[in-house]
């Protein structure tokens, strides 16, 4: 699998392209703007597009979506349900953020803990991961051992709770009890920065390491 990450909007988010080598089939993860940049991305790796794969529905990941899916005529795949609400308001967060208009849309699927998606003839697994937003979903390619976790956890943070449906307790169970234990050498791209490992955040970060207790 071929990986390239796009930073786009002011917030930086790290738009994903995942391209499965042997077929150059592509999936953009979380396509929250600039889309002409994604779009030269996607001609660089030579890659087709198959689907739009989201974490969550906050307008710095999803607010690109329904623009790049009409104009590549690709379906949207995830979050989870409990996110609908956001996708809802993804004009009035594009008003409140000062982003260019988003439009609301409805996924073609929604996506459930066990749950997998494929791309070419990568199969990656879906965790439900909420605490960040309630349908939160992490896409893990065991084969790879690679997780884009969204903004679950960062490089020595973990994301906000304090938009709303967010819970801090919710969060810290994500990570302990469901990324924590798919094995400290699982490196995973977040949402916002560097990448890191699920190894090295179990070491030292402040907000969820083993050490905290």
């Known amino acids: 699998m ?125 965790i439900h991961t909420p605490g960040h937003t309630p349908g939160h979903v992490v896409f893990f390619d065991p084969n790879a051992k690679l997780a884009l976790v969204g903004d679950v956890i960062f490089n020595g943070s973990i994301g906000r709770t304090d938009f709303p449906r967010g819970n801090f307790d919710e969060l810290v169970a994500s990570i302990r009890g469901k990324l924590f234990p798919l094995g400290d050498d699982i490196e995973f791209i977040c949402g916002h920065g560097p990448n890191s490992t699920f190894g090295k955040e179990r070491q030292t970060n402040p907000f969820v390491s083993d050490h905290r207790g």
Not at 6 to 27: G, K, R, S, Y
Not at 45 to 71: E, F, N, Q, W
Request: proline share 7%.
């Open 2 to 126: 071929s990986v390239a990450v796009v930073p786009v909007t002011a917030f930086e988010q790290n738009c994903t392209i995942l391209m499965c080598q042997e077929t150059q089939q592509a999936a953009i993860v979380d396509p929250g703007g600039d889309l002409p940049r994604v779009r030269s991305q996607l001609e660089k790796m030579g890659a087709k597009p198959v689907k739009i794969l989201l974490t969550h529905a906050h307008i710095d990941h999803a607010g690109g979506t329904a623009a790049l899916a009409r104009d590549l005529d690709i379906p949207v795949i995830g979050p989870q349900k409990e996110d609908e609400f956001w996708i809802q308001s993804l004009p009035q967060q594009s008003m409140m953020f000062g982003f260019p208009k988003a439009e609301a849309f409805t996924p073609d699927q929604w996506l459930n803990d066990g749950d997998t998606v494929t791309v070419g003839k990568v199969t990656l697994q879906v």
